[in-house]
């Protein structure tokens, strides 16, 4: 069993930072794939970037390929964001993931088994 919780969500301008946080509680935290994916207003919840278990894989979406950067520490249990030039179409409730994937970083939702609560990004032009 694994818990989440996301941190580092906030209000920015266009063109701003934001470094989101996900701190996992469970033994077995380095054993996951681990995932950001986020849901905006009206819209199914989307792949953002995924790391591999040992933190030597990473993939991302097209819409923030050079902008974003995930990243792990498992002696802190702890996966981020590094979220840089930050656009309108960025907003949207940011969820950290879990999946027992060892081998395929996968994109889809129902490929992770635990989820955080969100945290809330917004971005004004």
């Known amino acids: 069993q694994v818990q989440l919780v996301e941190s580092g969500g906030g209000l920015v301008r266009a063109g701003d930072s934001l470094r989101l946080a996900c701190a996992a509680s469970g033994r077995t935290f380095s054993s996951y794939t681990m995932a950001w994916f986020r849901q905006a207003p009206g819209k199914e919840r989307e792949f953002v970037a995924g790391?591999?278990?040992?933190?030597?894989?990473?993939t991302y979406a097209d819409s923030v390929k050079g902008r974003f950067t995930i990243s792990r520490d498992n002696a802190k249990n702890s996966v981020y964001l590094q979220m840089n030039d930050l656009k309108p179409g960025d907003a949207a409730v940011y969820y950290c993931?879990?999946?027992?994937?060892?081998?395929?970083?996968?994109?889809?939702?129902?490929?992770?088994?635990?989820w955080g609560q969100g945290t809330q990004v917004t971005v004004s032009s």
């Open positions: 993931a879990a999946g027992r994937s060892r081998v395929v970083i996968y994109s889809v939702v129902g490929e992770y088994d635990y």
């Open positions: 790391i591999s278990w040992i933190g030597g894989r990473s």
